[in-house]
């Protein structure tokens, strides 16, 4: 099973700030099956990245993705009000498909 | 416009039984993969189990192995999880995504709340 770890637990920052979510994974995962996902409070977890890289339809350009192997990052550019969430990485090309324990971003 | 619709949900006693349904529509169902995943209260999201699209394969975490059936009828474009022995700790919103084994999960439902409780 690969095991997946996000850090920081929480990130405090501002509207307009630069954040910075890291995934490690315990064992190399293929790029083409390392997905970033946010989710509110009663909402449906809403795909960001896939492919490591590769922005999902209607996400805004301010999310980036990047990374290989066992290192990946997820960059909000500048931070929306909207944006504040946990995000979770995932890798889905083998079962079992985990999830890293997310990363909460709130407002500072 | 793809959309997922999770039903079933509710109380159950400890060692009770519920089977999830989740209704899809707007794609080609029986070429998905697809997925049930859940969060418990305060806590992260876990996959629970996958289906291939043709229903051929399937997968579970090991917390749900043996109580567990995921299953699919491509005729009615419709997921299923038949959960058995139902625990405490299996107290949870549960979503279905379209997604695995390559595909990423995309999109999710809203999910169905299952609480496990005396």
């Known amino acids: 099973e690969i095991v997946l770890t996000q850090s920081p637990g929480t990130l405090s920052l501002s509207p307009g700030e630069r954040a910075t979510l890291s995934c490690r994974a315990s064992?190399?995962?293929?790029?083409?099956?390392l997905g970033w996902y946010q989710h509110k409070p009663g909402q449906a977890p809403r795909l960001l990245i896939y492919?490591?890289?590769s922005r999902a339809t209607g996400i805004p350009d301010r999310f980036s993705g990047s990374g290989s192997g066992t290192d990946f990052t997820l960059t909000i550019s500048r931070l929306k009000p909207e944006d504040f969430a946990v995000y979770y990485c995932?890798?889905?090309?083998?079962?079992?498909?985990?999830f890293g324990p997310g990363t909460k971003v709130d407002i500072k | 416009e793809v959309q997922l619709l999770e039903s079933g949900g509710g109380l159950v006693q400890p060692g009770g039984s519920l089977r999830l349904s989740c209704a899809a529509s707007g794609f080609t169902f029986s070429s998905y993969a697809m997925s049930w995943v859940r969060q418990a209260p305060g806590k992260g999201l876990e996959w629970v189990s996958g289906i291939s699209g043709s229903g051929g394969s399937t997968a579970s975490a090991d917390s749900v192995k043996g109580r567990f059936t995921i299953s699919r009828d491509n005729s009615k474009n419709t997921l299923y999880l038949q959960m058995n022995s139902l625990r405490v700790e299996d107290t949870a919103v549960y979503y279905c995504?379209?997604?695995?084994?390559?595909?990423?999960?995309?999109?999710w439902g809203q999910g169905t709340l299952v609480t496990v409780s005396s």
């Open positions: 492919g490591a890289s």
């Open positions: 995932q890798q889905y090309g083998s079962s079992p498909f985990t």
């Open positions: 995504a379209k997604g695995g084994w390559g595909p990423p999960f995309d999109p």
């Open positions: 064992q190399s995962v293929s790029s083409s099956y």
